[in-house]
């Protein structure tokens, strides 16, 4: 699905959230605004003028602040939030972790909860059948998996969510700060899969704050400030310039 | 993205739509024998109550009035149940669709398709109504899938419509509500169009559920194939909501992730 080899390309993407200078949490009060011509935004600039591109088999860290556009860039990047201007080529499968346990019932046991989690990735049952001991396995979650996961601690629900979205090889995975969450064993058994994927031929996109794990997992990285590309190249420069700036700052 | 990618997509996420339907379901009859009867049971009790309420107080003379006021308020409560429950299924799943790129039209799609299983298990208590007051199932009733599929499509275009509106304002259902209300009563369900003065009788002409429910309704209660003209009205009907849903839907949900 890929053209010439690329798997992301954006090209002056910008993303604007309205927010409303009055809040008009109502459809009355919309329609009053709306017929006195009184509607007035205020608007948010979360990403400006952003161009880059990812090569397929290649690993792209984000580094930058906090509020510094980072999720809502992997927000386009997952085809969820749409540009407000430019254009954001995605180009074959996405599997996005964007937020951990995001698609899970707590009510539902570890085992159903793989399967809705699967199918709301756009994987059928027939392909949940095939994997689903393997994604058990991944997960060693071992008999917690047909216990509800409102008893699962934090790290639990992290190896459930990676366990499903790592079970298929996307074009594309992207990754926001929800490796840190994990124990030592699952995050480097998490950073084999990836190891995997790369050789072969998958894409990964990684926000995270711990810097270290751009270097290991990245080969290139993206310095991202209000809203804006500061600066793109390989990864432990980036990081080398990121983590002095952030000393000075 | 195109409507062919649209429709693509929905297609791939299909046994996601059967696993959003089958929770419905179950949830709809968690306490299965008396959720089950209950979903009988409560047109039932309706029908009592209006056939009491109008053949005896207000008189209006109607053979087999319990049939049709039970043929009408099935298809009402699955069209306005289905319309309620599309906005608080997307409601629902608001935060979800921010952190996923799901196609959203599948939870509203999941919903009306529940309401259709709903309605089907529903028309098991009718047609005992039916046996039990000597009213004849004529062969017509085979052209039900007709007016049932139609029936849906217009609440999918109808839930299409309204379920972002749900997400981005808090009153939408609130309102939406109290639409259904005075639409319910511009539509002759518990009451025949004769009762209706001669001056008034337009307003329910143009009502656009008319039709979409008198199709429904001929097969069972009149024990024919409705007639042509009613059909096509309906079909023109069904197809404009379902255009207007689906545009109305592609503007305003690519706005849901904004706001959540």
Known sequence: ??????????????????????????????????????????????????????????????????????????????????????????????????????????????????????????????????????????????????????????GMVARLGFSVAMAWIPDILVLDEVLTVGDEQFVRQCERRMEEFLAQGATIVLVTHDVDAVRKVCRRALWLDEGRIRAEGPADDIVDRYLEFSGSA | MGNERAMSQLFRYRDLVWALVARDLKVRYRRSTIGFLWTMLQPLLTMLVLTIVFSALFRFKLEHYPVYALAGIMFWNFFSQSITASMNSLKGNASLVSKLPVPKAVFPLATVIAGVINLLLALVPLFVILLVTGQPIRPAVLFLPVPILLAALFTLGAGLALSPLAVLFYDTIEMVEVLLTMLMYLTPIFYPMTIVPEHYRWIVRFNPMRSVLEIFRDPIYFGKIPPITHLTVATVVTVIALLVGVVAFRRSSARIPFYV
């Open chain 1, 1 to 154: 699905m890929s053209r010439d080899g690329v798997a992301v390309r954006l090209e002056g993407v910008e993303l604007c959230y309205r927010l409303a200078k009055q809040r008009i949490p109502s459809l009355k009060e919309y329609a009053i605004h709306w017929m006195k011509g009184s509607l007035a935004y205020e608007k948010l600039w979360a990403l400006r003028d952003v161009s880059f591109t990812v090569e397929v088999g290649d690993s792209l860290g984000i580094v930058g602040r906090n509020g510094a556009g980072k999720s809502t860039l992997l927000k386009v990047i997952s085809r969820v939030l749409q540009p407000t201007r430019g254009n954001a080529k995605i180009y074959g499968s996405v599997a996005p972790i964007l937020e951990l346990g995001a698609g899970f019932d707590a009510e539902l046991t570890g085992e159903e909860n793989i399967y809705l989690n699967a199918l709301l990735l756009g994987h059928t049952r027939r392909e949940v059948d095939a994997r689903r001991e393997e994604i058990v396995a991944f997960s060693g979650l071992g008999d917690f998996i047909r216990t509800p996961i409102r008893n699962y601690s934090s």
